[in-house]
């Protein structure tokens, strides 16, 4: 399908639906977050067949194998026929642990927290995360 062609490393990013746009991955390459083959990467860097991408979203270190470099962005079913999610379950289950502390009820009416409560909530947050294993 693509065996001439240079495939930027944002672009197949972007393509297999990893980010939203491009320059959200172009962004994230900069900010050195997307490593192939443990090296950090600069967004005009070219994918290959068999790569591994490691994406780092804190908290959250996900892993993809390049089944075959793709240019143009495709639905979300045909996405596995491009890359192999390799990422392991304890990093999956990091995201269920951060997603369900997020949430913080408040009575109603009583506003937004003050900066003494707000600390507070963070506080109870960061330990519950750190008896996760966050």
């Known amino acids: 399908m693509t065996d ?3 495939i930027r490393v944002d672009k197949f ?3 297999v639906r990893i980010y939203k746009t491009r320059s959200i991955a172009s ?4 900010k050195g977050r997307i490593f192939i083959n443990d090296a950090q990467v600069k967004p005009s860097r070219t994918v290959l067949k068999d790569e591994i991408i490691v994406v780092k979203k804190p908290p959250v ?3 993809y194998k390049v089944i075959e470099p793709i240019e143009n962005r495709v ?3 045909l996405v596995g026929q491009f890359i192999e999610d390799l990422t392991p379950a304890e990093e999956k289950a990091k995201l269920d642990i951060r997603q369900s502390v997020g949430i913080v009820f408040r ?3 009583t506003g937004r927290p003050t900066k003494k ?3 507070l909530i963070d506080r109870i947050q960061d330990d519950i995360l750190d008896l996760d294993g966050g």
């Open 27 to 30: 962004d994230e390459c900069r």
């Open 75 to 77: 639905s979300a079913k």
């Open 107 to 109: 009575d109603k009416g």
């Open 61 to 63: 270190i996900f892993s």
């Open 13 to 15: 990013l972007w393509s």
């Open 4 to 6: 001439n062609k240079t």
């Open 117 to 119: 409560e707000r600390r």
